[in-house]
Structures are given as structure tokens and as C-alpha cells.
């Protein structure tokens, strides 16, 4: 087996080992006595009593260096170059327990050495805490600290970081201000650059150049073609682009400036077409985040329909698949780079089918099927398993909850809740699943309910302040919202918010429409909502967008940065 990794202090826990852990803890015991050490590691002076065949067993560094014919076997005492004791003790102590302290003060050091010493465990170790500490400030710095180590995974990871979160980036980060002109090329040229507006990357150049502008505002006719200048307002491309000093005072900015400008007025008179995509003044850049509207009901009976809405863009595209069947008041989940479409009815038959959509090959498959039929299902997704609560089988409100993991392709019941709930909903906060809300067969619901996954325990929380079937919930910051639904006699405009650390409920301000059975999602800081009664899909900031159909549920605004469509 490889070795694997321990990160921040403490062992990581799927640890795998060549040797027991009982193994490990004897042999670490006979290194610290002292006793049966065959090698001597000696580094600036100071020395390490190690065994060589547990040396052997983490490093192929430590199996050249032993098993060389160019070194006598019999050598005792070695002299490591290029490592300091510190890290050596660090190196030798994962040998034998396979564990180690990883802490921001010592990460840089660590991966090196591990490095050195083709150490993977360590390397990934030390990787995943990088990860974990990815911030706006540090993401160009990490990044360019895996230019010299093989770290592909930590460098794609901080890259896309740094493209997902680059107007935020510009505003904090001083290492920005100190990249290459051709590091600053390559990042504002990319599809996946995730901008509001073009304005944005325009300002960023400014603010690179200004750092150092008598060196630095050369680069403009570099820079100035990467912006897709022609879907500028027009008049902040007028007034800020082509008046500004940078731009007019260069000769090869001025067929740029005219290229866009024919650009844009094309594009306006027009509209989009197929040649947009392959200009880089009008190609689109790809969305970060992207709703999925998929199936539920429409015209009186169930939709096969699926439509994807690109919020920076306001447009909806229909990516609908004709073969397959109509399914409505079903759950929704994206995990792994799949939308999972599970349970729900088809105006004839309750499912427990649950279906697989790959959104970059546009195909569905058939996974393993639940153990219960679920209409009316409250799904979510916490530590990269599904989970699928309550929901009608045709004759009772269920109370049974069961959750789903892809790598087994299995379903595996869980505790069963307090409350017989269909027409709920569900989110997750803070490691827990929250499930609001919903219809027992007698009443609509004001109870709600969080799990804990590690003791496999429902507890039951404050009530709402409405009683809410039909709800909408959804997690954002450190608060779980729940919006609209039925009380019982009427469809509800107002939502509330839950504060987990006080366990109370607080009102906020309510919905244009009262809506009931409705899709929720949390987009760009904005709380969307859709459904087939409005047939429009509401941001709490009054904005609408155009040509929404028919559609029932929305689930899903993960990054989808490849997708064809």
C-alpha cells in the first residue's frame, strides 16, 4: 500500500500502513531506546538512530541511498545534505508512525524535504493543508510555490482559486501586484475567469500597471486584447477604455479599440451568433455557477424538460434529453460532477429510482435504487453522501431516511426522523442536515429536525414560526433559511432564517409571490426561487431574468466550468 498522508497535527484517519500500528509503536520504541538501529543519519552534526528497512519502507530516496552499489551495505553513518535536523526528526518520525505535524509554519519546509525525499505520503499531506488554507491573499503564492514541486493537484486547486475568486483577489492580494506580465495574461485570457463584468478585468489591469508604470504600461497592448472588450457597456468602454491615457498613448492599442468597437456594435444590432464564441473580444467567458431546472409539472402533467439558467448572463438554455421519461416532485443533488434525480412520480408510479446525469456528456444512467418510494423527497448532500428523507410512497407520509454513496453505488438507511414528513425540505450547516417543515397526512408542519451523522441521531430544534409545507430551505453563511410554503390554508410570501448556536428563528423580508413545491438554490450571494405557478424565477434583489418556462425544481450551483452548453 502507499503511504498516506497526515495533515495539520494529527493522523489522518484512513491511515494506511505497511506494518501494524502495533509494529509501528515496537519499532518507534527500539528507535528512541536505541536498540537493534542498523543506520545512522547524521545531519548538520547531529544524529538520528534509524532502522533501514523502516527507512526503506516510506522513501525510495532511503532504498537508492542503502541498496546502491556505489555504498558499502555495511555503512553505518550518513551524511544527508540539503535538510535541516528539524525536518530530518520530522522525516524519520513519519517512517516509523506514519503521522506528521503539519502547520503553516512549517508546510514550506516539510513539502520540500519531502520532496527531496520522495516521500508521498507527506506530500500529499502537506498539499491538502495548503488546500485548506487557500485564501484570497495566499492563492497566487501557493500557486506559484507548486512550480517547484510535482504537486498538480494543489497547483489546479489554487489556480482555480484564484480564477473563481479574482475581483475579491485584485481588492487584498499584494502578491497579485507582483505578477509577471505574461502570469497576468495567462489568467485574465481564461474562459473560466470568473468576473460580473468585464469592467473588472479592465480595473485590474489599471491597478497592475500603477504598481509600477514607467516599467509596466508597455504591457498594455498585451493586456488590453485578453478583455472581452465588446461585451462592455458601451458607454464605460467609451468614457474608461478608450479615453484612458494608457490606451490612447499606445499605437497597438488602436485597432483593438476598433475591432471592438465593430465588435459591439454587431453584437448589438444583431445579436449573439455562433462567431461570438470564436472572437476573443465577444466570446462569453464559461459561468462559475450554473441552476439546473430539471423535469417536474407542466401544462397539467409531469415534463421530461430540462433548462440551465447562466446568472452573469440572465439567459436560460433548454438542454433537454427527448428519450427521457417525465418525472416531477422529485429530489435533486449534484456531487462529483453529477446531478442526481431521485424519487418522485409520474402521474401513474411512485419512484424509488434514482438517476445520474453527467452534465458534460449530457447522458443518464440508472444507479442503485432507494430502499423506499419517495415522492414529495427531501434530498441534500453532506460529506459527499446523499441523503433522501421522508416523502409519500402512495399510501403514507414516511418518516425513514436513507443517504447514498457513489462509490459503492449503495443506499443504506439511517435513524428514522421524529416527524412523518413529505413536501419538506433540507440543507446542511455546520456538518448536520436540516429538514424543515412539511405534511404528516393530518397537518402542514412548523417542526424542525437536524442530524448528526456521527452519532446517527435525529434532534429535534426550535419550530418555525409559520407551519410550512412546500417549503424551500437552504443553508447560506451561518444561518439556514426557510422560504415560503402552505400553512394549511394559505401559500406563504414570508420566509425566516435559523441561527444553529442560538436555536432560534428571526423573520426576514418576504417573497413578491407566495409560492408552495418550489426549487431553491443560493447563487453569487443570491437566493433564487422558481416555480411552475409564476413561472419566473425571483433574486431577493429584484431582479428578473428572461424567458423562464414552465419548470418545477431547481438544484445545483456547483462550478460547471466545462460544460458544452
Known amino acids: 500500500m502507499d503511504d498516506t498522508s ?56 532511503f532504498r537508492a541511498l542503502f541498496t546502491s552499489g556505489w555504498n558499502n551495505t555495511e555503512k553505518r553513518v550518513y551524511n544527508i545534505p540539503g535538510i535541516s535536523p528539524d525536518m530530518m526528526k520530522l522525516i524519520i518520525e513519519y517512517a516509523y508512525t506514519r503521522t506528521v505535524p503539519v502547520t503553516a509554519d512549517n508546510v514550506e519546509r516539510l513539502l520540500a524535504a519531502a520532496d ?29 510555490f507548486t512550480e517547484y514541486y510535482h504537486c498538480p493537484d494543489l497547483r489546479q486547486t489554487a489556480y482555480m482559486f484564484i480564477l473563481h475568486n479574482f475581483e475579491e483577489m485584485v481588492k487584498v492580494s499584494t502578491e497579485f501586484l507582483e505578477l509577471s506580465v505574461n502570469e497576468f495574461k495567462d489568467i485574465i485570457e481564461k474562459d473560466e475567469l470568473n468576473v460580473k463584468q468585464e469592467d473588472a478585468v479592465f480595473e485590474a489591469i489599471l491597478k497592475w500597471i500603477s504598481h509600477e ?30 479615453m484612458h491615457d494608457y490606451v490612447k498613448d499606445s499605437e497597438e492599442c488602436k485597432p483593438v479599440i476598433i475591432n471592438a468597437l465593430k465588435a459591439m456594435y454587431d453584437l448589438n444590432m444583431n445579436g449573439p451568433s455562433s462567431s461570438d464564441f470564436t ?20 401544462g397539467g402533467s409531469p415534463t421530461n424538460a430540462i433548462e440551465t439558467y ?82 409519500f410512497d402512495g399510501y403514507v407520509r414516511l418518516n425513514t431516511a436513507e443517504r ?58 426550535a419550530p418555525m414560526r409559520s407551519r410550512r409545507s412546500g417549503i424551500g430551505v437552504i443553508a447560506y453563511g451561518e444561518h439556514v433559511y426557510a422560504v415560503g410554503g402552505f400553512d394549511g390554508a394559505n401559500r406563504l410570501r414570508s420566509a425566516e432564517a435559523y441561527n444553529p448556536v442560538a436555536n432560534t428563528w428571526r423573520t426576514i423580508p ?56
Open 510 to 565: 418576504t417573497m413578491f409571490n407566495p409560492r408552495s413545491n418550489f426549487g431553491i438554490e443560493v447563487v453569487d450571494d443570491l437566493l433564487f426561487v422558481v416555480d411552475c405557478l409564476s413561472k419566473f424565477l425571483i433574486k431577493l434583489t429584484k431582479k428578473r431574468p428572461r424567458n423562464m418556462k414552465d419548470v418545477q425544481i431547481v438544484k445545483s450551483s456547483q462550478v460547471l466550468s466545462q460544460m458544452p452548453f
Open 279 to 298: 472572437n476573443p473580444l465577444t466570446r462569453p467567458r464559461l459561468p462559475y455557477a450554473i441552476l439546473f431546472a430539471i423535469g417536474g409539472w407542466s
Open 116 to 144: 527531496q525525499f520522495n516521500i508521498m505520503g507527506i506530500v500529499r499531506g502537506c498539499c491538502e493543508f495548503l488546500k485548506s488554507q487557500l485564501c484570497l491573499e495566499n492563492c497566487i503564492g501557493i500557486c506559484k
Open 310 to 391: 447562466d446568472a452573469r448572463a440572465d439567459r436560460w438554455v433548454n438542454v433537454t434529453c427527448q428519450q427521457e421519461s417525465p418525472r416531477a416532485y422529485h429530489g435533486a443533488a449534484y456531487l462529483k460532477g453529477y446531478v442526481y434525480i431521485i424519487g418522485g412520480f409520474d402521474s401513474v408510479d411512485y419512484f424509488n429510482s434514482v438517476k445520474r446525469f453527467d452534465p458534460l456528456k449530457k447522458t443518464w444512467h440508472q444507479v442503485a435504487p432507494m430502499h423506499s418510494r419517495r415522492c414529495y423527497v427531501s434530498v441534500t448532500v453532506l460529506n459527499n453522501f446523499i441523503y433522501a428523507m421522508g416523502g
Open 6 to 61: 497526515a495533515s495539520a497535527g494529527y493522523s489522518h484517519p484512513h491511515m494506511e500502513r505497511k506494518m501494524s500500528a502495533m509494529a509501528c509503536t515496537v519499532f518507534n520504541e527500539l528507535r528512541l531506546e536505541g536498540k537493534l538501529c542498523d543506520v545512522v543519519i547524521k545531519v548538520n552534526g547531529l544524529e538520528f538512530n534509524a532502522h533501514k528497512n523502516i527507512l526503506c519502507s516510506c522513501s525510495s530516496y
Open 404 to 461: 447514498y454513496e457513489p462509490e459503492t453505488n449503495q443506499w443504506t438507511l439511517i435513524a428514522p426522523m421524529h416527524e412523518q414528513r413529505s413536501d419538506a425540505s433540507a440543507t446542511t450547516l455546520y456538518g448536520k442536515v436540516y429538514i424543515c417543515g412539511g405534511f404528516n397526512g393530518n397537518e402542514c408542519l412548523f417542526t424542525a429536525e437536524a442530524y448528526d451523522a456521527k452519532t446517527n441521531q435525529w434532534t429535534l430544534i
Open 213 to 242: 508604470p514607467q516599467t509596466r504600461k508597455q504591457y498594455i497592448s498585451v493586456l488590453l486584447p485578453k478583455v472581452r472588450l465588446a461585451l462592455m457597456h458601451a458607454e464605460y468602454f467609451m468614457n474608461n477604455v478608450k
